[in-house]
């Protein structure tokens, strides 16, 4: 007969990527690399408004992109065709989310040492991204009009994840019945801290805003 | 796809373990999965049994899969109540001024080796 022996863990299934994560914030913070992790789900326009907000702020800062997707590699070579900034695509190989050590691995693809903000578009979903820290120094969640103004309360976590929730197409408010002001409550008892802001990234309202939210941000976490 | 990506985590911690604790291989795995965590059941045994045929210790492993259940706290009336059944609003006084005290968690409990 064999000896069976118990080992106690009593830990969390996320505890080992929570580590890395604080390791590569750490590592970044040490660069002077801002990390953001950018998550909403299919077609809330990640990449238009990613695409708006790279043209307002490549003449300050020196920018990546990291696409992250299950498969393809159009959203890299959009980025890259329509702002001129340095951008890679990540395959997760059918996973739906990226977790640390796939960022540090797309981190170390794109070659940082000239960066100073890197951008990481995650894989479009609001439930898998939310759950795994990614290393990010700021997260951002998209939240489109046609969406729905109740997506807050389906789908709790991401929103008290992020620090800043983007309303996008913000134009088409009058096809939808989308109540803003129910959607700001409904996001802020779930997160009183999070910044809204309603964009649209086709007409490049609200840009501005949230250029001078990221000029902010930034400046902060320096002095920090 | 949600399951995998945690199983993969597991797999991967207890993998580790089981090669620092110099072990034959792992025999049985004990979770515990909140109710809210967003984790199916059915999915994350299937993605479980599936992933462990590719690990070096873990081919044989049988795992126990215990149910947390979702607790919340109201911050007004200072009481909990079941968050699967009520979600974020307070039973007992119908505040929305709630937070989730367990329940979100998958957490590797031990592991038995040989």
Known sequence: ?224 | MHELGIVVHVINQIEKLAKENKVNKVVELTLEVGEVSGVVKEYFIDAFNWAIKKTEYMKECKLVYITIQGISYCEDCKQTYPTTEYGKECPHCHSGHTYLVTGSDVVIKNFKVE
């Open chain 1, 1 to 224: 007969m064999s000896d069976i022996k118990t080992i106690t863990v009593n830990r969390s299934a996320y505890a080992d990527n929570d580590l890395e994560a604080d390791a590569l914030r750490e590592y970044l913070k040490e660069r002077g690399t801002f990390l953001v992790n950018l998550m909403s789900s299919p077609g809330a326009g990640k990449t238009t408004t990613l695409t708006a907000l790279i043209n307002s702020l490549k003449d300050i800062y020196r920018i990546g992109v990291m696409e992250a997707d299950i498969d393809s590699d159009v959203d890299a070579i959009s980025i890259a065709k329509n702002t001129g900034v340095k951008s890679i695509q990540i395959h997760t190989s059918g996973m739906c989310h990226l977790d640390a050590g796939m960022t540090k691995s797309g981190l170390d693809g794109i070659d940082i040492s000239d960066l100073n903000l890197v951008f990481l578009e995650n894989v479009g979903n609001l439930v898998c991204p939310a759950e795994f820290d990614t290393g990010a120094s700021l997260d951002i969640m998209i939240l489109s009009v046609p969406e729905g103004d109740d997506k807050p309360l389906k789908y709790p976590l991401i929103f008290q994840k992020c620090d800043l929730v983007i309303i996008n197409k913000i134009d088409t408010i009058g096809y939808f019945n989308f109540d803003f002001k129910k959607c700001e409550e409904t996001i802020k008892m779930r997160n009183k801290n999070a910044t809204i802001i309603p964009i649209s990234a086709k007409t490049g309202q609200g840009i501005d805003q949230v250029k001078q939210y990221f000029i902010k941000t930034i400046t902060n976490w320096k002095e920090k």
